[in-house]
């Protein structure tokens, strides 16, 4: 049997150290590589390409201005087939829907079982979503009351604007042009009916799309 190859991305060496011994435990699963910033994590994920990428969701962004689901992002743009599971120590609503706007195919607690864990790596790497409870009671809620659907890329333009980023910073922070950003925010002011920056960033707030 082949094992399911494993990228770990959190910025503690600690947190790596101890999720590799957990994993490495598993017969069916192994830990290809290791990464503790963004940049690092994609170039990873572009040559590995690893079956399952398990994503810290408040990566330190300080190295590239990329977060865990900014880097989700990226590398779900790179590797359009790729499996991405967040594991983090929060579980709010907007961190949950943030994540999955991005892509990601999982998302667990470091607080849970390390059977949870497992099982939505495993889920993931088959096709299916591995949640948490908490995470699926979040996203069960969002389907009997949907809201508003923006793209993983407009979630991340729309956090960025909440932080006060010109669209050039955002554009380099996202990696794209002045030009594209320019394109989401058009889309993003018609999804939200909003007609500038602050109200766009109020309304999303408003909806659970990004957590003030």
């Known amino acids: ?13 600690v947190v790596r150290a101890g999720l590799s011994a957990l994993i490495e ?7 290809v590589g290791e990464a503790g910033d963004g940049p690092t994590a994609l170039r990873l994920g572009v040559a590995l390409r690893p079956d399952v990428v398990l994503m810290d969701l408040r990566l330190d962004d300080s190295a590239g201005g990329m977060d865990g689901v900014v ?8 590797l359009p087939g790729l499996s991405v599971v ?3 120590s929060y579980g709010t609503r907007p961190d949950v829907l943030r ?17 949870e864990l497992f099982r939505a790596i495993r889920t993931a790497a ?12 979040y996203l069960a809620r969002e389907v009997a009351a949907p809201r508003v659907a923006l793209s993983g890329r407009e979630v991340e333009v729309v956090r960025l604007l909440a932080e006060g980023l010109s669209n050039r910073a955002i554009g380099s922070a996202l990696f794209l042009s002045e030009a594209t950003v320019k394109t989401h925010l058009v889309r993003v002011y018609r999804k939200l009916d909003a007609d500038n920056r602050a109200a766009a960033v109020t309304e999303a707030a408003r909806r659970g799309l990004i957590d003030l």
Do not use: C, S
Not at 1 to 13: E, I, K, P, Q, R
Not at 99 to 115: E, H, I
């Open 25 to 31: 435990g598993e017969p069916d699963l192994e830990v």
């Open 1 to 13: 049997m082949t094992a399911l190859g494993v990228l770990l991305v959190d910025d503690h060496v």
């Open 99 to 115: 994540a999955m706007a991005a892509g990601a195919r999982g998302y667990v607690l470091k607080a849970g079982p390390p059977d």
């Open 86 to 88: 967040i594991l983090t």
């Open 71 to 78: 880097t989700t992002a990226a590398l779900l743009d790179a």
């Open 126 to 137: 088959a096709g299916g979503v591995g949640l948490a409870p908490q995470a699926a009671d």
